[in-house]
């Protein structure tokens, strides 16, 4: 059974930081690029940011550049978000996902086949 679990949201003040952890289980690693998405209140699901050990490619969304980074921990088959210098639109409900297609922020969220169930990140002002 494919298994992604998020962790490490939670309510913190413009310009704090959180790290998502999103630790991945069923699948072989190496196989797969790892994506992080996030879905605000009323609006549609955007890619932020994604990852793939097999290649070593990452990519990110042009509204996160410079303030977060994806990491991958291999022994552990574990993807992280670091994210620093949060604003308030940043606030979403944050999903990891599996696909087996490259990592490209172009990539649509219905490429990837196997998604946790969502971490909540609010930033107040």
């Known amino acids: 059974e494919v298994q992604l679990v998020e962790s490490g949201g939670g309510l913190v003040q413009t310009g704090g930081s959180l790290r998502l952890s999103c630790t991945v289980s069923g699948i072989t690693f190496d196989d797969y690029a790892i994506g992080w998405f996030r879905q605000a209140p009323g609006k549609g699901r955007e890619g932020v940011s994604c990852?793939?050990?097999?290649?070593?490619?990452?990519d990110y969304a042009d509204s996160v550049k410079g303030r977060f980074t994806i990491s991958s921990d291999n022994a552990k088959n574990t993807v992280y978000l670091q994210m620093n210098g949060l604003k308030p639109e940043d606030t979403a409900v944050y999903y990891c996902a599996a696909t087996v297609y490259f990592c490209s922020i172009s990539v649509p969220d219905q490429e990837y086949g196997h998604w946790g169930q969502g971490t909540q990140v609010t930033v107040s002002s």
């Open positions: 990852i793939s050990r097999g290649d070593g490619s990452i």
